[in-house]
C-alpha cells in the first residue's frame, strides 16, 4: 500500500504537481481502525468514513460495483475535506488502549447473555421431562440428578443427564470467568482512581440507582468520547427521533436507531431504574407530571427521560453538575460490583 501510494505521488510530482498532503478514506467496517493508526504512524492523513452516511441513488435498481462505490466515496470525501460535513460522517479513530478498555464490559455482556441462554435450554429440557421445581443453578444441582423422576416414574435417560451435567460444567465456567472480569475491573479502579475513565466511572457510580457495571458501560461507550455538545451525546446514544414531514404530512417513526446500541439499550433500562431510586430528582418529577394524565405514553416518554438523563450524566462528568435533586452516595464507599 505504500508503494502504491508514494507511486501514486511520484508521478504527480514528475507531472508537475507539488504534492504537500496525503489523504486516505476507507469505510467503516470490521477490519477496524489498525489500518488508520498505522497509516497515520507513516505519516499519511487518514480517516474512516461511516458507509451508512454516504448518499447513495434512490432508484429501486442501480448499478453498484466496487468501482461506482468508489468514485461515490471519492467525491464524498473530496466534499468532506473541503469542509461540506454533510457530504459524510467520519468516525472518530480510537487509540489500541481506548479499544482495549472497551472489551471487558462487552465480553461481560456476552457471557451474561450466554449464561441466561445455557439456563433456559436446562429449564427447557426439565419442563420437556415434565420435572417441576428444580433449579438448575443450585450449587448440588448436579449431583441431585440421578435422584430426580419424571411423573412416569422412570429415571432420566441418559444420554439427557449427560447433557444436562456439561450445560452445568459450562455455566459455572461462565460464572466464573464474569466474577473475574468484574474483579480485575474493580482492581484497576482502586490502582488507578483519578485517572481519566476511572475518576468518571467513580463519580458516576456514586449516583444511587446505577452501579458499577453501567458506569463503566456509559463511560467507555460514550462519556469518555469527545462530543461535541448535547445533541451529539443524544445522538450518539441512538435516542433521538426519526421525524417524516413532507407537505401536510406529519409523523414521527420512532428511535432513529443509528447511534451505538448498547448505550440505547442500557439508557433505556436505567430509566426505568432511575425511577426507582431517584422519585425525588427533578427528571423523576417530569416524568409523572407528563404521563399521569395521558395513560399509554409510558413507553414513548421513557425514552425521552432516557435522552435527558444521559445529557445530565454526561454533564455530571465533564463540569461536576450533579442533576437537580439526585442523591448521591457518600465518596467513600467502598466499590462493590
Known sequence: ML???????????????NITRIAVAYEAGRDGFWLARWLRAQDIEAHVIHASSVAVSREHRRAKTDRLDTELLKRSFLGWLRGERDHCKAVAIPTLEQEDAKRPHRERESLVAEHSRIVNRMKSVFALLGIRGFNPKLKKAPERLQSLRPPEGEPIPPCTIAGLKRDMERRQLIRDQIRQIEQTRLEHLKQAPKTGPHAMVRLLARVIGIGIETADMLVQEVLSRNLRDRRAVARYGGLTGSPDESGKKRREKGLARSGNARVRRG??????????FQKDSSLSRWYRQRTEQAPGTRKTMIVAMARKLLIALWHLVKEGVVPDGVVLRSPNLHLAG
Open 267 to 276: 439508557m433505556i433500562e436505567l430509566a426505568w431504574r432511575f425511577l426507582r
Open 3 to 17: 508503494k502504491l501510494l508514494y507511486r501514486w505521488r511520484d508521478e504527480a510530482v514528475r507531472a508537475g504537481h
